[in-house]
């Protein structure tokens, strides 16, 4: 292809980092003063091992991790390259290289105009200024002038919705607020590739739909896009081609339903298995589910099914508490299907010491058959105790209403009941 027409190209890239040392301490009063006296030259070569230059992306350290090994790619003008692996991965490694918060190892890339990065909650912004002061550092940075930021502005803030809270500093903002004022501000400010990390999940479901898009208005200004996402169908709308990352290199650079199938089947848990992660775990951990399971554990459509969940109040928690509990189910690739949740049944639980025992119960299962992924939260209110993200897999089995067919739904995941009769043919006068 012609260079003109390559916004991003990389090769070869690779990243190690070291992994950091324990400093032994010594028991004695002698031991102590020896150590005072040695600590420069120690401390000196300690930095110098740190150092990772020169290093080759094949070679192998105890103390070293590497990130990424061997990747490179090139993305063309107007792209929209979606990124998925695994936490781990390498993901937010490449994306923090290309945005240039931290260098390669091995390798290089090569960016083809203006670059703006949402990577984190927060990340470009200062916070000790204002909203208004660090939309213009941000547009500055970007190489804009005062007039072209001043004609973005008010699209900006209507965009992210904090127009009450301009002038205050971000620092005090929620992760929300910063996450829109961001997104507005690397979405509206017309760079020639916008790098966009998961932090969209931080917003609420409306936000997304805005963000998508945007993002989408962006891609037909014929600007480039770098998106990383654990929800696939976000994935599979919005993006041109995929890259499934696996151990920091590339497993697969392809079609976006190439790399989503392969994410997916590379991905395959046992169903019926309460497994949380806990780097997913949220809350304050008042009280933690402790278990979890289905019966009966393959599930029909159209027959009954219940869920069991075991809440424990951790040590040193004093008192006792009302809560609530949901489930929700959501399809492989994440976008959610349906929940059940104590509160809209006008039920809450008071949670005291020791281990508690709650069922929720089906009459008939209204999902077809297929993998479905558990959401599990406990919580009072707006509080959050306990949310742990699919913690479990849940396969149903082909079913049916009463004597009917089993279903299938041609690809809808929730079957409603419903009832059919004939009622004649209707008058010369009435409804056709």
């Known amino acids: 292809m012609p260079d003109s027409d390559i916004a991003i190209s990389v090769e070869g890239v690779s990243k190690a980092y070291r992994i950091g040392r324990t400093v032994d301490r010594s028991a004695t009063l002698l031991g102590s003063a020896l150590a005072t006296i040695t600590s420069p030259i120690r401390n000196f070569k300690a930095l110098r091992s740190l150092d990772t230059a020169g290093l080759q992306s094949g070679e192998d350290q105890d103390d070293l991790i590497w990130a990424l090994r ?32 931290t260098e390669p190892t091995t390798g290089r890339i090569r960016l083809k105009g203006r670059l703006a990065a949402l990577l984190e909650v927060g990340t470009g912004f200062n916070p000790e200024l204002t909203g208004r002061e660090n939309v213009y550092l941000n547009g500055t940075i970007l190489g804009m002038t005062r007039r072209e930021i001043d004609q973005k502005f008010d699209d900006i803030v209507d965009f992210s919705g904090v127009s009450r809270f ?26 020639d590739i916008l790098i966009v990390d998961e932090v969209l999940a931080v917003g609420d479901a409306e936000f997304q739909r805005r963000c998508l898009g945007k993002i989408q208005e962006v891609v037909a200004e014929g600007r480039t896009i770098l998106f990383v996402s654990h929800n696939m169908t976000s994935v599979l709308n919005l993006c ?45 951990q008042w009280a933690r589910i402790e278990h979890f399971e289905i019966r009966p554990e393959t599930p029909r459509t159209g027959e009954p099914m219940e869920c069991v969940i075991e809440v424990e109040r951790q040590a040193g928690k004093e008192g006792a508490l009302r809560g609530e509990l949901a489930v929700s189910i959501l399809s492989e690739s994440g976008d959610k ?76 995941p929730v079957v409603v009941p419903s009832s059919w009769e004939a009622v004649g043919q209707p008058a010369e006068s009435g409804y056709r």
Not at 377 to 385: A, N, P
């Open 337 to 412: 299907v349906m929940q059940v949740y104590s509160k809209h049944m006008g039920r809450s639980f008071e949670i005291g010491r020791g281990r508690h025992r709650y069922v929720v119960r089906l009459d008939s299962l209204p999902l077809v058959a297929g993998r479905y992924l558990i959401n599990l939260w406990l919580g009072s209110g707006d509080r959050v105790i306990d949310r742990l993200e699919q913690c479990y897999v849940l396969d149903i089995s082909p079913g049916s209403y009463e004597s009917g067919v089993f279903i299938d739904n041609r690809g809808f």
């Open 166 to 191: 301009l002038d205050t500093p971000v620092k005090r903002y929620s992760s929300g607020m910063k996450v829109r004022l961001g997104f507005g501000v690397a979405a509206h400010l017309q760079p």
């Open 240 to 284: 041109t081609r995929g890259l499934l990352l696996t151990e920091g290199r590339i497993a697969i650079d392809g079609t976006t339903q190439e790399v989503v199938d392969a994410y997916l089947a590379n991905g395959q848990r046992e169903a019926g298995v309460f497994a949380p992660d806990p780097s997913k775990r949220q809350g304050d």
């Open 70 to 101: 061997g990747v490179g790619f090139e993305l063309r003008r107007g792209e929209i390259l979606g990124i998925v692996g695994r936490n781990g991965a390498g993901k937010s490694t490449l994306l923090k290289i290309l945005s240039r918060v």
